[in-house]
């Protein structure tokens, strides 16, 4: 079967930095995405990786192994408003996106 | 302002009934899709349309049916309501069909059946 497995949940503090790990078993693969979702919003875009290596954007990276079936999103200088749940997407072989149930992530001052 | 725009925001619905959620882009987007999103659980697929005339079913699509008569438009409907199916409903779209692009959300549909 499919499967996109990501943390429940982390806690980091403002300021500081923050990784989130993916890892995933899929059919294929055609990409990973993450995204960012506020409680009771809609699902936003971070990142799009294809190809093994860092993709910077900001204070937010991502990164890609494709050998090893694992991706991980890197926020820096974390801020309040990264509070937020963090997911992970895997488009497979039918260019399907196969879905982790998110990484909720809690900022405390 | 372009984007996804969903209806209703929120409804309560007793079991059996029938019920339709509305989903308009204004991105000429060619593909659409309805997710369902559960606590503790991934979105999960319902169906998709790669262009207007065209659907097709996603991971759980029992229960539930969408038709695309233009480019704008992906209403789902509920033939009748069952419990399980209380959820947060998000319509998305995409420009190309085939995910290697960016999926842009409507704000959601709480949908609660009793």
């Known amino acids: 079967g499919q499967n996109i497995d990501q943390p429940t949940e982390m806690t980091a503090t403002e300021g500081a930095i923050v990784q989130i790990n993916c890892t995933y078993q899929?059919?294929?693969?055609?990409?990973l995405f993450w995204y960012q979702q506020h409680a009771g919003e809609a699902p936003t875009f971070l990142s799009y990786?294809?190809l093994d290596g860092l993709e910077e954007k900001g204070r937010f990276s991502s990164f890609l192994s494709r050998s090893k079936g694992y991706s991980y999103l890197l926020l820096k200088e974390l801020q309040m408003k990264d509070s937020a749940s963090y997911l992970c997407?895997?488009?497979?072989?039918?260019?399907?996106?196969?879905w982790g149930a998110g990484t909720k992530l809690i900022i405390k001052p | 302002i372009a984007g996804i725009t969903q209806a209703p925001t929120s409804q309560i619905l007793a079991a059996g009934r029938r019920m339709t959620l509305r989903c308009t882009q204004d991105?000429?987007?060619?593909?659409m899709y309805w997710y369902r999103q559960d606590l503790g659980l991934g979105l999960r697929l319902i169906h998709y349309?790669?262009?207007?005339?065209?659907?097709g079913k996603g991971e759980v699509p029992d229960g539930y049916s969408v038709s695309r008569a233009n480019t704008d438009d992906f209403p789902l409907t509920l033939a009748s309501a069952v419990p399980s199916q209380t959820s947060v409903y998000f319509c998305?779209?995409?420009?190309?069909?085939?995910?290697?692009?960016?999926?842009?959300f409507g704000e959601g549909s709480r949908l609660t059946v009793l």
């Open positions: 998305a779209s995409s420009d190309v069909a085939g995910v290697t692009g960016e999926l842009f």
């Open positions: 991105m000429r987007h060619n593909a």
């Open positions: 349309s790669n262009t207007a005339g065209t659907t």
């Open positions: 899929t059919s294929g693969f055609n990409g």
């Open positions: 990786n294809v």
């Open positions: 997407a895997v488009s497979d072989s039918n260019y399907q996106l196969i």
